[in-house]
């Protein structure tokens, strides 16, 4: 088990049940900065460290990250801002999306990449163990059980603490476990993407372990501030990526302004919609927000103390399913 201290009591198999104050994760794509790669602006390394600081004061003890992120910088900076508290924090980091030195994207699963990506981050973290590390997407070309040797091995030397499956299925599952105990799964889950009710949160239910969410606040969509007119400047991925521009966005903006008359009569932000809806479910203990600024994680942690209702969640199912 990790050594950060947990708040309150979870079952052994759900380690990131209590870990912090809150069951909220750091999105370690909010810090990318300068790096470019899968991020969300420019943010400098001395203000995102300042940023890690503030939310590990506020009570955050989870801090996701990828080598993708700003091209490794993400995981530099973690690195920096937790170098004299390592035991205090609890990181994650994954393998398969590397890039090549033209800095495009290169995703597999092959175990020496899996290998190689995973020392690379021990590098950048400047640290001699991640406490959780993920196969970040599924590899069709190789056989999962021949990533999870890799990890298995690391696992047992000490290099990482715990194992997890990023957007997979229960086929992948079952196939990784043969070789290694998987501890989490973490898939995209928000009141839009529902995918992960379908399989792997009840996987995560059956299996009694931990369920993390990313895309909780939808790119920004449900935090209010990104709407039809709002514009992104090129050292934004939703400037440009393949993924932004593709799927159907003017859908949920006509959502959300049914959505947001209600939420005002009711006395709910946004936020606390989208952190609601999530923790509703299930084992899914720990969500995963980009928060860039002081400001921001004040209010998605402001969100936490004002969860919509069974009631008012369902008339917010209705308007969608109607939609």
Same mark, same amino acid.
């Given at each position: ?24 994760? !750091? ?164 009141? !839009? ?131």
């Amino acid at each position: 088990m990790s050594s950060v201290e947990k708040n309150g009591e979870g079952s052994l198999g759900r380690i990131l049940k209590g870990l912090g104050e809150y069951p909220l994760g !750091f999105g370690g794509a909010s810090i990318s900065g300068e790096g470019a790669g899968y991020g969300f602006g420019d943010i400098s390394q001395s203000d995102s460290i300042d940023l890690l600081n503030y939310v590990y004061d506020r009570g955050l003890r989870i801090f996701d990250s990828a080598p993708i992120y700003g091209f490794g910088e993400s995981e530099i900076r973690l690195g920096m801002a937790f170098k004299k508290i390592r035991e205090k924090v609890f990181l994650i980091s994954k393998s398969g999306v590397s890039w090549h030195s033209s800095k495009r994207v290169n995703m597999t699963n092959d175990p020496k990449e899996t290998e190689k990506m995973l020392h690379e981050s021990l590098k950048r973290f400047d640290t001699d163990y991640i406490d959780l590390y993920m196969i970040h997407w599924p590899d069709k070309r190789v056989d999962i059980r021949q990533t999870m040797e890799v990890l298995a091995r690391a696992k047992a030397q000490g290099k990482i603490k715990h194992i997890g499956l990023c957007n997979s299925n229960s086929e992948e599952f079952k196939l990784a476990s043969e070789v290694e105990s998987v501890e989490v799964f973490q898939s995209e889950l928000n009141v !839009f993407e529902r995918n992960s009710l379908e399989e792997t949160i009840p996987l995560a239910v059956k299996e009694d372990l931990s369920f993390m969410s990313w895309g909780t606040l939808d790119k920004g969509i449900l935090t209010g501030r990104v709407h039809k007119e709002r514009s992104f400047d090129k050292s934004d991925c939703r400037s440009w990526a393949p993924w932004w521009k593709s799927f159907n966005k003017d859908k949920r903006y006509e959502l959300m302004d049914k959505i947001n008359p209600l939420l005002e009569q009711w006395e709910l932000s946004p936020i606390s919609l989208a952190l609601g809806f999530n923790l509703s479910h299930s084992h899914v203990d720990s969500l995963l927000c980009g928060g860039r600024s002081i400001k921001q994680w004040d209010g998605l942690i402001e969100g936490l103390k004002n969860l919509p209702s069974v009631e008012q969640l369902s008339t917010i199912e209705k308007i969608i399913h109607e939609s």
